[in-house]
């Protein structure tokens, strides 16, 4: 199992100050705005993402104020793996509007994701 790239998202209770100050003054380029999540490309592969803390999976609560995404064309086989190895707070897997995915969380209480954008027109913003 391989893995594409990878989004960094952090949790903020009112993200239009925060999606202004990434896009105006450090001029980051939005790749994708999804209502709940703006996603920001920093450099040519890799990218950060603000989420309404208030909305979402995961509420905004100290453990889960950043959520680090990985993208996969193989989300069942990575859901597959962990769920063998007994990995805490593993979802099941989802299909939303724009991906297919599932969470758990790290030794540390981390939240992670891995996902994979169904549409390939999404998908192609990445590329």
């Known amino acids: 199992?391989?893995?594409?790239?990878?989004?960094?998202?952090?949790?903020?209770?009112?993200?239009?100050?925060?999606?202004q100050f990434y896009e105006e003054i450090l001029g980051f380029e939005l790749?994708?705005?999804q209502g709940l999540a703006r996603i920001y490309r920093v450099a040519p592969h890799s990218y950060f993402g603000i989420v309404?803390?208030?909305?979402?999976?995961?509420?905004?609560?100290?453990?889960?104020?950043?959520?680090?995404?990985?993208?996969a064309e193989d989300v069942a086989d990575w859901h597959a793996k962990l769920k063998a190895a007994g990995v805490p707070g593993l979802t099941e897997m989802?299909?939303?509007?724009?991906c297919d995915h599932?969470?758990?969380?790290?030794?540390?209480?981390?939240?992670?994701e891995i996902q994979r954008f169904h549409d390939p027109a999404i998908a192609a913003l990445f590329r």
Request: hydrophobic residues 40%; aromatic residues 18%; without cysteine.
């Open 1 to 19: 199992m391989k893995t594409d790239y990878a989004i960094t998202f952090f949790y903020y209770e009112d993200i239009a100050p925060i999606a």
């Open 31 to 33: 790749v994708l705005d």
């Open 52 to 71: 309404d803390g208030n909305r979402g999976h995961l509420r905004h609560q100290p453990e889960s104020a950043a959520l680090f995404t990985i993208v």
């Open 94 to 98: 989802q299909r939303g509007k724009y």
């Open 102 to 112: 599932f969470f758990f969380r790290d030794p540390g209480g981390y939240a992670l």
